[in-house]
C-alpha cells in the first residue's frame, strides 16, 4: 500500500490486488497527504476547500466525489472508479502546475454557477473547482479522466470556447 504514496504523474496507482479495505486505506493515504492534510492546498494562490454538503464542509464527501461515479442518476448511488481512484495524486500535480500549452485553465459560466476546469489534454484529465464569491478561494467539486464518448467528442475543447476573459 505504501508503493502507492511513491506514484508520480503520470503513473497510475496500483489498486487491483487490493481488498476493498486495503484499496480504501492506500487511497486515503494519498487523499490525506495531497489534499486533506496539505496546509498548501491551492491553485493560483488560492486556497481550495472540499464542497460542503448540507452547509458542512466534509473532507470524507469529497474523498467519495474523487473516487466513486454516480451509476444510477435516479438515486444518485454511487460506486467506486477505479478509472478516478487510480489518478488520485494527479489533483496535487495539476494544482501545483503552472499553466502550459498541453493544460486548458478556463472558467465558464455553467447553469449551476461558475465553474473553473482544470483541462489536461494529453491525458484528458479535468479538475472541476467553483470559484466562491465573497473570498479568494474555490471548492474542489470533482476530478475525473474523460473516457468513451466523452473522451472523443472532446467536450471540454468545446466548453473551452465559452470560456471567460479570465480565470476566476
Known amino acids: 500500500m505504501a ?5 508520480k504523474y503520470n503513473q497510475l ?12 486505506a492506500s487511497l486515503m ?4 497527504r495531497d489534499i486533506a492534510a496539505n496546509l498548501n492546498f491551492n ?6 476547500h472540499p464542497t460542503p454538503v448540507d452547509g458542512k464542509i466534509k473532507m470524507q464527501t469529497l474523498f467519495t466525489h474523487l473516487t466513486t461515479k454516480i451509476v444510477d442518476p435516479g ?16 489533483i496535487k500535480f495539476h494544482m501545483e502546475q503552472q499553466k502550459h500549452d498541453k493544460m486548458l485553465i478556463f472558467s465558464v459560466h455553467e447553469p449551476k454557477g461558475y465553474r473553473t476546469y482544470i483541462y489536461d489534454i494529453d491525458e484528458k484529465y479535468v479538475i472541476v473547482l467553483e470559484p466562491l464569491r465573497k473570498v479568494d478561494e474555490y471548492y474542489l467539486l470533482t476530478a475525473y479522466p ?13 466548453k473551452y470556447k465559452r470560456k471567460l476573459n479570465q480565470v476566476l
Do not use: Y
Open 3 to 7: 508503493l502507492n504514496l511513491l506514484k
Open 13 to 24: 496507482l496500483e489498486l487491483n490486488a487490493f481488498s476493498e479495505p486495503q484499496r480504501t
Open 29 to 32: 493515504g494519498v487523499f490525506d
Open 43 to 48: 491553485f493560483e494562490g488560492k486556497k481550495i
Open 75 to 90: 438515486t444518485k448511488k454511487r460506486d467506486f472508479d477505479m478509472h478516478r481512484s487510480c489518478r488520485i495524486h494527479w
Open 146 to 158: 474523460l473516457r468513451g464518448k466523452d473522451a472523443k467528442k472532446d467536450k471540454f475543447k468545446k
